[in-house]
């Protein structure tokens, strides 16, 4: 037994957590399976059942992070999985995105194909942080004209993701938040203050064992009871066990504030290669909308396909490509837009798609707008559409847009727009499907962890 621990503890602490916390579920479930059949409960499948459920159940938390190699505490988020899924970059043990990896993860359903993240060290870091243009060059080309010679941490990740979705007024509400000093300027110390929002992503690509091959032999031949736990526990300590002198932390080349004061590429673009350049509002205004023009023609030319227009049915796509819609119901919205649409008809223009992407940027203005409406679920009419969005944003769609957003969401041809399904989709769109959501309390998914929690203290 202690040599069957031993060779346990050769592996890494999150893969001594898996073996050991498996082993002891396996052998709680199996008892409490045990009593079910002498009750005539279950099958020997549904024991089987019983046991894959509640080891999925409780230590399928760690395996996105170990998909992507990735050290976490807890389970992934939506935009932290977003961000590992693209990023393709590592130095010093940290993950970061390159300037196109953060335009593909808006524009791509799956990353460009690539075998592994490329691991810089300090002089390729040197070297490409110093390709960053100065603030004056900046333009709505920059991520792409930096493609994959920059940095981009998850703290910038969310932060970029934040000024897509913000409104004018939001946006400048934000800039008061960072604008410490109320000097109507921001610096860069003000600017790094975003980075203690959210710790970074580090990466375990390097305190993985080395051998594959020869740990998972180990693993298949190790079998563990509950007294190897306790030995280990009696040997080493409870609150040592799985965190503790040998935790992941130990084994990285920097701390976490010497990863928040790395110089990245927004650093360098927005304060300049010596970090003393500050930003107006003015200023800062005008990289939010250089960056919100970039995607929307981005956006706009993979869906035109060399033309200067998208059809309507390419339109309704755009529409719908990040909404939470089923299989059936998204066939259904093209079908009535290409019901509804002329073979010969023009289509969307840039100008058009870019007014109703600022629109978007204000939904929740417009939500507020039509508060009655939407608890009274009355339906409107597109001139009553179009008048509420034109004193949401001081500018009406265009009448070929509106009838296009009709067409979509029209479901009974009676040339009305229900609101909430409107706003759900729209929401969606805005937050590119990285919107959290709360769970409901109810439902198949509480109960089964209910049951889980119980049998494994079984």
């Known amino acids: 037994m202690k040599r069957a621990f031993s060779r346990v503890w050769s592996f890494s602490p999150k893969q001594r957590h898996q073996i050991l916390t498996g082993r002891i579920i396996e052998?709680?479930?199996?008892?409490s399976v045990a009593v079910l059949a002498a009750a005539g409960i279950g099958t020997s499948l549904g024991a089987y059942e019983l046991i894959r459920t509640a080891k999925a159940g409780i230590l399928d938390g760690p395996d996105d992070a170990s998909r992507h190699n990735v050290q976490t505490d807890h389970k992934l988020t939506k935009r932290e999985l977003r961000f590992l899924q693209f990023a393709s970059v590592e130095f010093d043990d940290v993950i970061y995105m390159s300037?196109?990896?953060?335009?593909?993860s808006l524009t791509l359903d799956a990353p460009?194909?690539?075998v592994y993240r490329r691991v810089l060290k300090e002089k390729d870091v040197t070297r490409i942080l110093k390709k960053t243009p100065p603030f004056r060059s900046g333009s709505k080309h920059f991520f792409r004209t930096m493609d994959q010679n920059g940095l981009i941490s998850y703290s910038e990740y969310i932060f970029l993701l934040t000024l897509l979705t913000k409104s004018k007024a939001a946006f400048r509400i934000a800039f008061l938040m960072f604008d410490e000093d109320d000097n109507g300027n921001i610096d860069r110390d003000e600017f790094m203050l975003i980075r203690s929002?959210?710790?970074s992503l580090r990466s375990t690509t390097r305190v993985q064992p080395s051998k594959a091959s020869e740990d998972d032999e180990v693993q298949d031949s190790c079998h563990l009871d509950a007294a190897d736990y306790h030995f280990a526990v009696s040997r080493i300590g409870a609150d040592r066990l799985f965190t503790g002198a040998d935790s992941y932390a130990v084994m990285f080349t920097k701390s976490e504030e010497?990863?928040?004061k790395q110089d990245t590429t927004l650093l360098l673009h927005l304060f300049g290669l010596r970090g003393n350049a500050t930003l107006s509002f003015d200023e800062f205004q005008q990289f939010y909308e250089n960056l919100q023009e970039e995607l929307m023609e981005i956006e706009f030319y993979e869906f035109a396909r060399g033309k200067s227009t998208?059809?309507?049915v390419d339109f309704a796509r755009l529409i719908l490509r990040y909404s939470i819609v089923n299989l059936d119901d998204y066939h259904?919205?093209?079908?009535r837009v290409q019901e509804k649409s002329a073979d010969d008809e023009q289509g969307i223009t840039l100008h058009q798609w870019a007014t109703f992407s600022r629109f978007l940027n204000n939904l929740a203005e417009f939500q507020s707008a039509v508060r009655l409406y939407i608890n009274s679920n009355v339906p409107v009419s597109e001139p009553e559409f179009a008048r509420a969005v034109g004193c949401t944003i001081g500018k009406e769609l265009d009448p070929v847009v509106v009838s296009m957003i009709f067409r979509i969401f029209d479901e009974n041809n009676?040339?009305?727009?229900?609101?909430?399904?409107f706003l759900a989709v729209m929401s969606d769109r805005l937050h590119r499907g990285l919107r959290g959501r709360l769970e409901k309390p109810w439902g198949w998914k509480p109960f089964k962890n209910c049951i889980i929690n119980e049998v494994s203290r079984a």
Do not use: C, H, N, W
Not at 27 to 31: C, E, F, I, N
Not at 414 to 421: A, K, M, R, V
């Open 27 to 31: 052998r709680s479930l199996a008892r």
């Open 99 to 104: 300037p196109m990896d953060f335009i593909d």
């Open 112 to 114: 460009r194909e690539r």
């Open 197 to 199: 929002l959210t710790s």
């Open 258 to 260: 010497e990863v928040r």
């Open 310 to 312: 998208i059809s309507p």
């Open 332 to 335: 259904k919205y093209l079908q």
């Open 414 to 421: 009676d040339g009305t727009l229900s609101y909430p399904e």
